[in-house]
């Protein structure tokens, strides 16, 4: 951080009597972003609305995308399309309007390595990226050796769906395959995973989707954790809505998966066995591989990073953003992700051009439906804090409980405002 | 440059934060960077899409009246517990820094 320029830096100068002019002092201490160039690996969320904020802070700043697929397939929304409530076109997104509206060239490729002393980034295809900073956002991969059984050709059997795609489709053929009176069993993984109000919105919306298809059938949770996001709420809707169809059981009751075997679908806990017609296995997480591999994750597995600039505490000049970071109490959420984008272009703009940092300032809002008409919330303002982020007392909230079928309603039509403008505000 | 001279234009430079605004670490976040956030439901400047509240060159005072409002009355869903974190100040930045956009391009 040495090219940061505090007031702190300036007043001991001028107590010290520095005998500049003012046009020098500018001068000296301005940089010129001309011909800047930073790279931005992941084309989700954080990624792309970074390389948009980033070139509407600064447009003299070049900045290249690398993403390895020409359409990105968003987590968010995918739970209706399981339900067959929307097409995988409706969430399928392309980069071409990052590369017209904002000038961001985009590289459809595979980073393959980083040598941070040299700033380049390796392609697969042997080409290489000069940056002067980069901003690694590779979303989550597996810990497939954390979970017994489970591999990538598992997954071909007991889908996990918690990247949006393929196997998204996967799991919706199989719910609409599976007999009435089955069971569907969903494995939560350890916190922290992307989306902590996620597995429970699949709950329900499979439940509805059951409900209205194949009314005998059940849905059952197997999770790590004693708790989940908007719990009250989940349970409060589950009642009202699929009394009886979907049963949670938490980490301290036997919930935790410890084996899964795709051959006779079953689930093994600490409890006992558990067999399902469909198996969803939510596998435990990490940050994507390319930040293990560039040595910006911690023991956890995860990114630690600034609190306002998102750069790595590990590698110089690279900033981590998105859910491969740790941002402290941020949820791994598109809309944190979109938070943090924005906090980190603005940082990178200043740190480019020989200005401070200044405060970060986010919003994480999370929608989830408990049915395609009855929404809940998760929404607060977050500020830096001497941990590292955390929300303003009073400004952090979740949908109260006991409210009616109207105020329900309105929350399920925020959330689908929400998707609309999260997806034109990170990627048009 | 007289010594005096200089010794002014180095306190204006001090206590004036939008001369050193290069330079100086500011105690909280700017109206941009506040805004900026709203985009994530609002569009990107306000500009939303579909049925969420437009922000973009709306008048300040209406702005910043219905922010109050939320807060104030504790309405407008999640809305109450976001405006919780700024201070009436801080709504009226975020409520001046909409209308302030130029209303050329869409």
């Known amino acids: ?155 071909t059997v007991m889908p996990h769906a918690w990247k949006a795609g393929p196997q998204t489709e996967l799991l919706r053929r199989q719910l609409e395959q599976m007999p009435n009176g089955g069971t569907v069993i969903i494995t939560v993984p350890p916190a922290p995973f992307r989306c902590p109000p996620g597995p429970y919105e699949r709950a329900s919306l499979i439940a509805y989707y059951l409900k209205r298809n194949k009314p005998k059938s059940k849905v059952l949770i197997l999770d790590a954790n004693n708790g989940f996001a908007v719990q009250e709420g989940f349970m409060e809707a589950w009642q009202a809505l699929y009394p009886g169809m979907i049963e949670w059981v938490p980490g301290s009751k036997g919930g935790r998966a410890t084996k899964v075997d795709a051959k006779s679908l079953t689930v093994s806990t600490s409890a006992g066995q558990h067999r399902g017609n469909v198996v969803n296995v939510i596998p435990p997480q990490k940050a994507g591989d390319l930040a293990d591999k560039a040595g910006l994750t911690d023991e956890t597995g995860w990114c630690p990073v600034d609190a306002g600039s998102f750069e790595s505490t590990r590698q110089k000049d690279i900033h981590v953003i998105g859910d491969s970071s740790i941002a402290g109490k941020l949820p791994k959420s598109a809309a944190a992700a979109n938070a943090e984008a924005k906090v980190c272009a603005a940082a990178i703009a200043s740190l480019l051009a020989g200005r401070t940092v200044g405060d970060p300032s986010f919003i994480n809002a999370c929608y989830a439906l408990a049915s395609p008409t009855y929404g809940l919330s998760v929404a607060g303002v977050y500020e830096r804090t001497a941990g590292g982020i955390a929300p303003l007392p009073g400004a952090f909230g979740v949908s109260p409980l006991k409210e009616s079928a109207k105020y329900r309603a309105k929350e399920a039509q925020d959330a689908s405002g929400w998707y609309e403008n999260i997806v034109a505000d990170s990627f048009t | 440059m007289r010594p005096t001279t200089r010794f002014l234009l180095l306190c204006a430079c001090i206590f004036t934060p939008q001369f050193i605004y290069s330079t100086a670490a500011s105690a909280a976040p700017t109206a941009k960077m506040m805004a900026n956030t709203c985009a994530m439901c609002h569009g990107t400047d306000g500009k939303a899409m579909g049925k969420m509240e437009e922000l973009y060159g709306k008048p300040a005072n209406k702005i910043a009246d219905e922010l109050f409002e939320f807060k104030q009355e504790n309405k407008g869903r999640v809305m109450a517990p976001l405006m919780n974190a700024y201070t009436d100040e801080q709504i009226r930045m975020i409520a001046k820094y909409f209308e302030s956009l130029p209303s050329k391009k869409r």
């Open chain 1, 1 to 155: 951080m040495e090219r940061n320029f505090t007031r702190r830096d300036f007043l001991s100068m001028a107590a010290a009597g520095a005998a500049v002019s003012l046009g020098g002092f500018g001068r000296a201490f301005a940089q010129s972003t001309q011909d800047k160039r930073v790279v931005v690996i992941g084309g989700g969320f954080a990624g792309a609305a970074c390389a948009k904020y980033l070139r509407r802070a600064d447009p003299a700043i070049q900045v290249t995308l690398i993403e390895r697929q020409r359409n990105y397939v968003t987590c968010p929304s995918s739970n209706l399309v399981l339900i067959g409530q929307q097409p995988l076109s409706a969430i399928t997104l392309g980069y071409d309007k990052l590369r017209l509206n904002h000038g961001v060239k985009v590289v459809y490729g595979n980073a393959v390595s980083i040598d941070p002393s040299g700033r380049k980034v390796a392609l697969e295809s042997g080409e290489a990226l000069p940056y002067d900073r980069l901003v690694v956002a590779p979303g989550i991969d597996f810990k497939y050796a954390a979970l017994e059984g489970y591999s990538e050709q598992a997954a």
